[in-house]
């Protein structure tokens, strides 16, 4: 109990000196994440959006792989992405491994199908009259998608928030593929597994209370968000 | 002047159902016409097939203007829209909802907000413009939708049933707007109503359909 005691004491005085080993690791979690994010919703927001509004062909057959990939172990993974930048491996001259990108490729390979699933969802549950509404008022087809977008934006919100969740929790995928670097590849998860194993408990207690930290304040911005749209508070004349 | 619509022969079949049959009617420019009949005789597909949402299976829909034929592309879309029986309020501001027709056409800021401005005190609900729309009554929705459809100023508007499920007031607001619309502009403007009343009060034209065929109709 005074190990643990001890720990939370530690940690917060580390949190409140702004320890910069501290700040390296924090500032690097949310690079890899974000990044994987923002490529995610790059790429599976319009997939997504394509497969709720077109007719795709083995639209089906591409749901149920994309659903399948939302329960991906990350461990299952690290170890893809490891074989396929590996020296020997398909990738390799592209020297990825042991780096930031590789960490990044491996999150967006995990955040990628609840990205995708979570926007289709959404998007598929507007009802149908907006978009003959955005027909009607004389949208071309691309605004008719985009308003049809927008109208399921909290839902796809949703889909980032659970996405965001999975990837900065995550730590099996990231300490394989990134090597768990001193200064260069080591986020917070990964911090934690080590410094755990090392009986280093005050670094990885500062650690986790960031995390829950970084995960609550993401939340709440989200849930806010929510409820500016729910309420209309925010006066939007114009977006 | 408003555009005139010819129908040629339209028809219409859905899962085997015929829906419409050799319509043929010519909607002259400038007035208002008014489809009656019962539920399910094919009044809102032959709205959705004339604002050029759905293709007739058979026949055709001419526009024209000056009595030349349009080419029935976006552009001519744009110079027509529909007040659907449920309007499909954008989850945003009223002001957002009315303007949305002028913004992906490419109108100005400026312009937006006087032709916004102006279309919302016609339709009573300038008050409300910074409000949430969804969380209007279904009269002031019904009111929204057609602010949204006459904002564009369009020269053939598509009414169906502007005033069904709404209250006596909001439904004389929307009948008074009618009314001063095609004083003012002289639309062409295509309706359909289950009101005999309403359809004398407002309809130049009126019309009947009746398994899928149109007839002209007296009263």
Known sequence: MDTILQGFISAFKLIIALDPELLKIIWLSIKVSGAALILAFLLGLPLGALLALKRVPLRGLILSLINTGMGLPPVVVGLFVYLLLSRSGPLGFMELLYTPGAMIIAQFILVFPIVTSLSHTAIVNVNPVIRQAAQVLGANPLQEALTVIREARYGIMTGGIAGLGRVTAEVGAVIMVGGNIAGYTRVMTTTIALETDKGNFDLAIALGVILLGLSLLINLVFRALQRLGRTGSGVVLWD | ?219
Not at chain 2, 150 to 163: A, G, H, Q
Request: aromatic share 4%; charged share 25%.
């Open chain 2, 1 to 219: 002047m408003g555009l005139s619509l010819e129908l040629s022969q339209v028809s219409k079949t859905y899962n085997g159902q015929v829906i419409l049959q050799d319509c043929s009617w010519v909607f002259e420019p400038g007035l208002t016409h008014v489809l009656k009949g019962p539920n399910g005789t094919g009044k809102s597909t032959l709205l959705r097939v004339c604002a050029l949402l759905e293709a007739p299976d058979k026949g055709r829909v001419n526009y024209l203007a000056g009595g030349r034929p349009l080419a029935l592309d976006l552009e001519l879309k744009r110079r027509i829209t529909l007040l659907l029986p449920n309007v499909g309020v954008f989850n945003t501001s009223v002001f957002n909802n009315v303007a949305y027709g002028l913004k992906i056409r490419g109108f100005e800021r400026r312009e937006i907000e006087a032709r916004v401005g102006a279309i919302l005190e016609v339709v009573g609900l300038a008050d409300k413009k910074r409000q949430r729309a969804l969380e209007l009554s279904t009269g002031q929705s019904k009111r929204l939708g057609l602010a949204r459809a006459m904002v564009l100023e369009p020269e053939v508007l598509f009414l169906d049933e502007p005033t069904a499920s709404i209250d006596q007031e909001n439904s004389e607001i929307i009948e008074r707007i009618i009314l001063e619309m095609q004083e003012k502009k002289r639309a062409t403007i295509i309706m359909v109503t289950h009101d005999p009343a309403q359809a004398q009060r407002l309809g130049d034209r009126l019309l009947l359909i009746k398994n899928g065929r149109l007839f002209p109709s007296k009263a």
